[in-house]
């Protein structure tokens, strides 16, 4: 049984500036730890994908990050792990408590079948894993095999923690109420009549070289490339409902730079509770655009429940102090363009449609990711 702080004065030594998680009991102490230290940055997960999400991007910022949860939500890190994380070999280290251990005492009923294949599971999908250190004179050599195989690899790497790793700590200080913005419904029934690509292209031609833009998989990365490929964007290829949690863990690590996130209707309603985490850190330098076309196109087109659903007032109601929609590339560039100085969301009405020759982009994931690491780490850093 180790001290919480001494691991994470370690990790901290090692540049982990950044933890985000989905608390477990196992993990009270740590997670308690975390949050009452003003030197780290701790984002409360909606859930254990969007942690994973949240870590790449405050790795891709500089700043690199652990994302800690339970064995039984590994199923919901599945899809960034394999499709994002691997894919772009953006190392994240993982803290993974193990419910339901067969070698340990006897646990809930839903807990069996996780605890019996969590290690297995790890293997299956390519990450590299050992027990969380329970004797503090093993911490220092874990995170240098840990930060030495991610740093090879460009992979994840993963601590499964035992129950009682971890020495008893004081709760952390509850956070006080936000006041949220008011906001009247922004459905007004108005036709949608531009394109994804005419938004896309305004969005382009008002960026500078420390305006960052992270798109969503699918087509709207697929159009952004064919507009123009430039390294400061950031084609999020997989991990379908991340890239707005990518944008948030690249805004709080380079506050610095203006982070948009260029995110779709379906991909967004596949994992809502993001916005919460957002509308609750509140960057002041990250735009988040929806482009919402009531459609999943690049899968056949069928329907989104976007007909019903106020994306706009449902980010005021997550705390986006600006939230809007609009219907004309004029208007978003506008916003875009504007200084920042709050969290925005805007939900473009978008009307389907995609040339016939769209092309996939050639250049690789890991070299749009190190290509845009390279043009962050240019950009002088400035208060």
Not at 326 to 337: A, G, R
Request: proline content about 7%; charged content about 20%; overall charge negative.
């Amino acid at each position: 049984m180790i001290a919480s702080a001494l691991f994470v004065a370690a990790a901290r030594a090692r540049g982990f500036g950044l933890w985000t998680g989905v608390p477990c009991s196992y993990l009270t102490s740590f997670l308690n730890e975390v949050i009452s230290n003003r030197d780290l940055t701790y984002v409360a997960a909606s859930n254990e994908g969007e942690a994973v999400a949240v870590a790449v991007g405050s790795h891709i910022g500089g700043t690199p990050a652990i994302a800690m949860f339970q064995n039984s939500g590994l199923g919901n890190a599945v899809s960034p792990l394999t499709s994002l994380s691997h894919t772009h070999r953006i190392p994240v280290l993982l803290i993974v408590s193990r419910r339901g251990d067969p070698e340990g005492a006897a646990d809930e009923p839903q807990h069996e079948l996780m605890g019996e294949i969590t290690t297995r599971m790890l293997d299956v999908i390519g990450i590299a894993w050992e027990r969380f250190p329970e004797d503090a004179n093993e911490v220092d050599a874990c995170l240098e095999r840990a930060t030495a195989h991610m740093e090879k690899t460009g992979l994840a790497y993963a601590l499964v923690m035992r129950k009682g790793a971890v020495t008893p700590g004081p709760a952390p200080e509850l956070p006080r109420a936000r006041t949220l913005p008011v906001i009247a419904s922004t459905l007004d029934g108005t036709p949608a009549h531009t394109l994804k690509r005419e938004y896309l292209a305004a969005l382009q031609a008002a960026a500078t070289d420390r305006d960052i833009l992270v798109s969503t998989t699918g087509y709207t990365s697929r159009e952004l490339y064919a507009l123009g490929d430039h390294p400061n964007q950031l084609y999020v290829v997989g991990a379908m409902g991340c890239v707005s949690s990518v944008g948030l863990g690249l805004a709080l690590a380079r506050p610095d730079v203006r982070v948009t996130v260029i995110d779709g209707d379906g991909s967004a309603l596949m994992r809502l509770g993001a916005l919460a985490a957002i509308g609750y850190q509140r960057p002041l330098n990250l735009l988040h655009i929806v482009l919402d076309n009531g459609m999943h196109e690049s899968t056949g087109g069928q329907f989104t429940v976007t007909s019903s659903v106020d994306l706009a007032a449902v980010a005021a109601a997550c705390g986006y102090p600006a939230s809007t929609r609009v219907y004309d590339p004029e208007t978003l560039k506008d916003i875009f363009s504007a200084p920042r100085r709050e969290l925005g969301f805007v939900c473009a009405a978008v009307a389907p449609g995609v040339p016939d020759t769209l092309p996939r982009p050639t250049i690789t994931p890991p070299q749009v990711t190190q290509r845009l690491r390279d043009h962050l780490a240019r950009l002088e850093r400035s208060p």
